[in-house]
């Protein structure tokens, strides 16, 4: 099995500073907890709610920053998952970004390819397919938030090997009914369940100007269901068999992947 | 508003004078409670649980069969759709079917796709993509069971301009954690809030063969909630905003389907 930690954090707004001694302890906690793959919320290295891109490129970094090198030290025999916001080639051009680490360093980076609400007027979307990355904890398909609503993108990563979907989200409270999970971990859950791969969602923490988050943190099983969330704590830990991703049968005469039709779809 | 209606059955195998019967009193009881739209469940027309392609032909029949008349005349002022054993050109081509009907009669027919597990052994898979269908209650998109668990299809149907996707299922017995909805109702909601479209799912009761169900009848609202579900009775009645399914704006950024970045999927 392998052990997967989500941290759900609460970074300060622009804080480059603080936020990276605060990712950087909760991978060593998470790693002293024996995790093989830690997640972080999307935009850890800065925080949320910028009303504009000039003042999120002054929070933005680069592909070669210490920040990683960091993150990379932390990580020791594990593999890292975490947002930070990117500065791209021209001061006007921010990302919304992930980047998937190990002790030797970024192994992959990733651009959010569809943004939420306001993002639009603060970042530019990426132009690259949510990736999955070859590590020494398996194939790790990533994607950051408003991303999993697509079901696209969690059956792209599915389709091309992922046996875990890592996803840093930031997701801001919205109503829902007494006794259900939060929508976006129904919509989590029906794409673990349909892929059967297991999907990682790291929450974040906090109120940043005025906005609250569900802190909503869940990890999923590939057979969709929930097997931790996180409660009151930052650090969610559970095992989870990676492995069972690699067989989408679901019965004698079903596979998931095998039955589609693709032909019939009107995408 | 549009008065949506399931009416959760137990046919008996192979019966079809006995299943006339009660899908015809099943419409005209929903329809008496001012149902504008009446789903009945899988193979409602039949039973489910045939043993061979043979035994299903036995009780599968043609689409200009007395019983789509019959359903016709107990329709009223509503739409009928529900799920029927079809028998193809050749007596070893058995189809699991829908057919949406209005007091005119059939309006349109539907062939399963995705084939569940012994269904393979039994029935022809149909090779045209679930429709959607214009009828004087909206726009409905029909699937059946196990289709619905592809997100293409249900994402086709709402691209397509379902207001309401009907799907006529029969949902074997699984095991769930305590509190959680049927996984095939976590897989709804997340395409009806994944699409802003409502989805009613039409399941059905008794035992047959040893085979126990779900009895999950649910319908649920655009915005991906469970409006109703089958509880004690068979007749579940909600009203749903159909309307609300032609606007897939969810923020001032975002429309569910304009965000789609198709040449991203690797589908």
């Not at 929930?226 to 095992?239: H, I, W, Y």
Request: proline fraction near 5%.
């Amino acid at each position: 099995v392998t052990r997967i930690a989500c941290q759900q954090l609460a970074p300060r707004l622009g804080d480059l500073e603080h936020n990276t001694a605060m990712t950087v302890t909760a991978i060593r906690v998470a790693v002293d907890a024996g995790a093989d793959v830690v997640v972080l919320p999307e935009l850890a290295s800065s925080g949320y709610m910028f009303t504009s891109t000039a003042e999120a490129a002054e929070a933005a970094i680069g592909r070669d920053h210490d920040l990683f090198r960091s993150w990379a030290e932390a990580a020791g025999d594990a593999v890292v998952v975490g947002g930070f916001c990117e500065i791209g080639d021209t001061p006007d051009t921010v990302y919304n970004s992930a980047v998937v680490v190990d002790r030797t360093g970024p192994l992959a980076f990733y651009r959010k390819t569809h943004l939420w609400d306001a993002e639009n007027t603060v970042f530019t979307p990426g132009d690259d397919a949510p990736p999955v990355v070859e590590t020494r904890a398996g194939r790790i398909g990533v994607c950051i938030c408003y991303d999993l609503e697509f079901c696209e993108v969690t059956r792209s990563l599915a389709l091309a090997g992922a046996e875990l979907i890592a996803a840093p989200v930031n997701w801001p409270t919205v109503e829902r009914p007494a006794g259900e999970h939060p929508p976006e971990v129904v919509i989590a859950m029906a794409a673990a369940r349909t892929n059967k791969v297991a999907i990682a969602c790291c929450d974040r923490d906090g109120i940043e100007r005025g906005q609250d988050w569900t802190r909503g943190t869940t990890i999923i099983g590939s057979d969709g269901w929930v097997l931790a969330t996180a409660g009151e704590g930052g650090l969610v830990v559970t095992d989870v068999d990676l492995t069972a991703a690699r067989d989408k049968r679901i019965s004698a005469h079903n596979d998931l992947h095998a039955d589609r039709r693709p032909t019939l779809y009107q995408l």
